[in-house]
């Protein structure tokens, strides 16, 4: 199941739970809900800056760069 859908059986499963619950408008209700929903892709551009300031630079009072303090210092979310 999981090659087929690219989801995990937890996933499928609380579909099915929703769709019980309220048939497609259910389903639909929960679209977009999650961790990434909404977030903007990072432009390709962008993601080039990330990896090189990463490889060249170290991070003021800090031995690496965190996700956290790249996202602060490249003004994109996290």
Same mark, same amino acid.
């Not at 989801?7 to 996933?11: A, L």
């Not at 551009?45 to 990463?54: D, E, W």
């Not at 210092?73 to 979310?77: A, L, R, S």
């Given at each position: 199941?999981e +090659?087929?859908?690219s989801?995990? !059986? $937890?996933?499928v499963?609380r579909? /099915? @739970?929703a769709?019980?619950?309220g048939g #497609? !408008?259910?389903l639909?209700?929960d !679209?977009g809900k =999650?961790? +990434?929903? =909404?977030k903007?892709r990072?432009?390709d551009? #962008?993601?080039? /800056?990330?990896?090189?300031?990463?490889v /060249? @630079?170290k $991070?003021?009072?800090a031995?690496?760069?965190?996700?956290?303090m790249m996202?602060e210092?490249?003004?994109? =979310?996290y």
């Open positions: 199941m +090659r087929e859908t989801v995990s !059986k $937890p996933t499963w579909w /099915q @739970e769709y019980m619950e #497609i !408008k259910r639909l209700k !679209k =999650g961790p +990434r929903a =909404g903007k990072i432009d551009a #962008i993601c080039l /800056q990330i990896v090189t300031k990463t /060249q @630079e $991070p003021k009072n031995t690496h760069w965190t996700a956290r996202a210092e490249m003004d994109v =979310g």
